[in-house]
């Protein structure tokens, strides 16, 4: 069965310190990995888009990281800012058909950074 | 800003009512997707537009219908409404290729009284 689990469930940080959020996925055939943000009441903005060849990806703050072998991506956040405080989602591609039927969405990861 | 508008912002509608959701999808974008988000939970996928006609559809009742139109902008209705359809409605547009990556509106919110 195709499922995307986040970790942690939730998570408080101070503002300015780093953290690491993690997705475990048994999704096939892979396509590729996104990690969205989620402000509250809004629609997701995508941050990193990662294939099976990718390793790593940065978008400013944030880098994601993807080791296809054990299905397991991170997303790391480094100098915490107070705009973090969102929901982090997982999102796996099952299907490379052109197509955006079968992305397999985790549940996400709720921060909050505080000052 | 994802260039992919949605309205209205808020609704509120009685049971047994219907509703029309709207979606301007970006420019140069052809496929058009819905999401149901409850409070706390992710996004469910309704259905997928591509190119004016349904290109797969999620576990969602027929009283679930869509449209897109020749600009690829679309509308999701809801007929019947029941309480539990009360949710962020979604929608992403994008454009068929390598990525397939999509680009969200900020979503509808539904009220089912």
Not at chain 1, 10 to 26: A, F
Request: hydrophobic share 30%.
């Amino acid at each position: 069965k195709n499922q995307v689990e986040q970790s942690p469930q939730s998570l408080i940080i101070l503002e300015g310190k780093n953290c690491t959020l993690q997705c475990n996925y048994t999704v096939s055939p892979f396509s590729n990995l996104r990690w969205y943000k989620q402000d509250t009441g809004r629609g997701p903005v995508s941050l990193t888009i990662m294939t099976f060849s990718e390793n790593t990806k940065s978008n400013g703050r944030y880098t994601a990281t993807l080791d296809a072998d054990t299905k397991q991506s991170s997303l790391h956040i480094t100098a915490s800012q107070l705009s973090d405080s969102a929901s982090y989602i997982c999102v796996v591609s099952a299907s490379n058909a052109g197509n955006n039927r079968k992305l397999i969405w985790g549940l996400g990861t709720s921060l909050a950074v505080n000052p | 800003e994802t260039g992919v508008t949605q309205s209205p912002t808020h609704l509120i509608k009685t049971r047994g009512q219907q509703v029309t959701l709207r979606c301007s999808s970006q420019s140069g974008h052809n496929t058009v997707s819905w999401y149901q988000q409850a409070l706390g939970q992710g996004p469910q996928f309704i259905f997928q537009y591509y190119r004016e006609e349904e290109n797969g559809r999620g576990n969602f009742p027929p009283r679930f219908s869509g449209l897109q139109f020749p600009n690829y902008s679309s509308e999701l209705n809801v007929n019947a409404l029941e309480l539990d359809d009360s949710a962020l409605y979604l929608c992403a547009s994008s454009f068929v290729g390598d990525y397939n990556e999509q680009f969200f509106g900020p979503g509808t919110r539904l009220t089912v009284l």
